[in-house]
């Protein structure tokens, strides 16, 4: 029977914490070597309490380990902190007027033109593919592009 507790939960805990347990888990994982202990001397003698003191602990710290790998990480609410990531309603609003608008200057456009910006910009299509597509040559669609960039950029000015 052991006569000095104090001393073999420091010992336990000492082993726990140089297998990089926390001082927190190391106390409950001593804690619970010990009810185990506890529940199993009530059936059977046991020779060498600190013994099984030591081993159920560092089986438990085993168990919690391998518990973590193949579920996550356990996080208590308390210690989170959450971030709204979303845009405020005031960016909503703007980034909707700035939408509308630029709706409005794609729409001003000639059909061609805006076909082929937004094969570019939209669809990342190749000046060669676009030219492919229209039968244009390649010059011409740089030009379209260059035009429709300029147009709706300088409708845009202020939004």
Not at 122 to 128: A, I, L, N, S
Not at 147 to 155: D, E, R, S
């Amino acid at each position: 029977m052991i006569t000095d507790w104090q001393t073999a939960f420091s010992r336990v805990r000492a082993a726990l914490m140089r297998r990089g347990r926390t001082v927190h888990d190391a106390d409950d994982l001593v804690q619970e070597a010990w009810v185990r202990l506890a529940c199993y001397e009530r059936e059977q003698v046991v020779d060498k309490p600190e013994a099984f003191l030591m081993r159920a602990a560092l089986n438990l710290s085993i168990d919690a380990h391998r518990l973590r790998i193949s579920h996550g990480e356990e996080v208590l609410l308390d210690e989170v902190v959450l971030i709204d990531a979303a845009p405020g309603a005031e960016a909503v609003v703007l980034a909707r007027e700035r939408l509308a608008r630029l709706s409005l200057c794609l729409g001003r456009l000639t059909d061609k033109t805006r076909d082929i910006f937004l094969s570019h910009r939209v669809d990342g299509m190749t000046y060669q593919e676009i030219a492919q597509r229209h039968r244009l040559s390649i010059s011409t669609v740089e030009k379209h592009v260059a035009k429709a960039t300029l147009q709706v950029t300088t409708w845009m000015e202020g939004w």
